[in-house]
């Protein structure tokens, strides 16, 4: 079973995704998003409560390469998130301002969603950022269009779709 939770900030969506495996044996739990580092400290708080809420079993791998670490995990995976992984490899790229943005980042997305796909069982939490208002800044547009890309391929992969809000979920 492959599922991607997704939903707006603060809306319960990595709670709701940590439940879905809490039965599981042994997890892989794979974020993205750059590590606790000392420059930040909302930052470091976040990821902070983030480890803490993990139950000590599950193994946890902080990298970028998503799909390496879906495809090299073997059981079940949890992601989190789709958000921070896509700022990540828009930074590591120096995609802001690129013409190519798409084109760099349509083989990683591929890999993802091919690692995903295989996987046995698989959560995956995202931002759902469509919701909101139009950005002001072109670095908020193109975020906001890639990430849409980024859940639909995704969500294309996986045999549901939780949405989040307010700490409900609603399967669509």
Known sequence: MRILVTGGARSGKSRHAEGLLGAA???????????ADGS?????????RHRGDRPEHWH???????????????????VDCLG?????????????DAHDVHEALTPRIEALVGALA????AVV????????????????????DLLGIVNQRV????DEVHLVIAGRVLKI
């Not at 946890?60 to 949890?78: I, S």
């Not at 002001?136 to 975020?143: P, Q």
């Open 40 to 48: 930040d400290p909302d930052w470091d708080a976040r990821v902070a």
């Open 155 to 158: 969500a294309a992969a996986c």
């Open 60 to 78: 946890t791998v902080e990298t970028a390469d998503v799909a390496a670490a879906v495809a090299d995990a073997g059981g079940a995976v949890l």
């Open 125 to 144: 939490v995202t931002n759902e950022v469509g919701l909101g208002v139009v950005p002001a800044h072109r670095s908020g547009v193109l975020f906001r």
């Open 84 to 96: 921070t992984w896509l700022t990540a490899l828009m930074d590591a790229g120096s995609l802001w």
């Open 118 to 121: 295989a996987a046995p069982e």
């Open 25 to 35: 044996a042994a997890v892989t739990y794979i974020a993205p998003g750059r590590p």
